[in-house]
């Protein structure tokens, strides 16, 4: 399996990258996964600019209904469902994570599926270290790892 997770890079804190580079680390023992960062330099005249312009960039790299995306608005699913979603083709997989404003009605309409993780909105470093940490458990409820049971 291999999983792409792309996002939109708002600012330059690296206060979550000590929690992102373990999970990383330990993703990798047993698959493939790719961190891609996309920065966003431009200034916009108004928020729909912003989302419009950051979805373009995401889309450009992910390709028509190849993704999933990750809104509140989504299928809330537990993690054994999660593991599921990830391993059910067994191929490659992309993981979008929108900007400070959400991802535009385009790409949320073409994507594969919409996962929640809550009706709470998080900061993206830690958005990014909660879904590392869930690709991470999806393998190991995959593999019978005990991590899971812990």
């Not at 690296?14 to 990383?24: G, T």
């Not at 993703?27 to 108004?46: A, C, G, H, Q, R």
């Amino acid at each position: 399996m291999k999983i792409s997770l792309l996002y939109i890079q708002s600012n330059k804190t690296k206060n979550a990258e000590s929690f992102e580079n373990h999970f990383l680390k330990n993703i990798k023992k047993n698959m493939d996964i790719e961190v891609i960062s996309l920065p966003v330099k431009k200034k916009f005249t108004s928020m729909q600019q912003q989302i419009e312009y950051e979805s373009s960039l995401l889309l450009d790299k992910v390709g028509k209904n190849e993704y999933i995306c990750f809104d509140k608005t989504g299928l809330k699913m537990s993690s054994e469902e999660f593991s599921k979603t990830l391993y059910k083709s067994n191929q490659k997989i992309k993981l979008v994570i929108g900007g400070a404003f959400g991802l535009s009605e385009k790409i949320k309409k073409e994507a594969k599926g919409i996962i929640s993780f809550s009706d709470m909105e998080f900061s993206h470093e830690v958005f990014r270290v909660m879904l590392l940490e869930q690709i991470y458990r999806a393998n190991c409820i995959f593999n019978n790892h005990p991590y899971h049971q812990n």
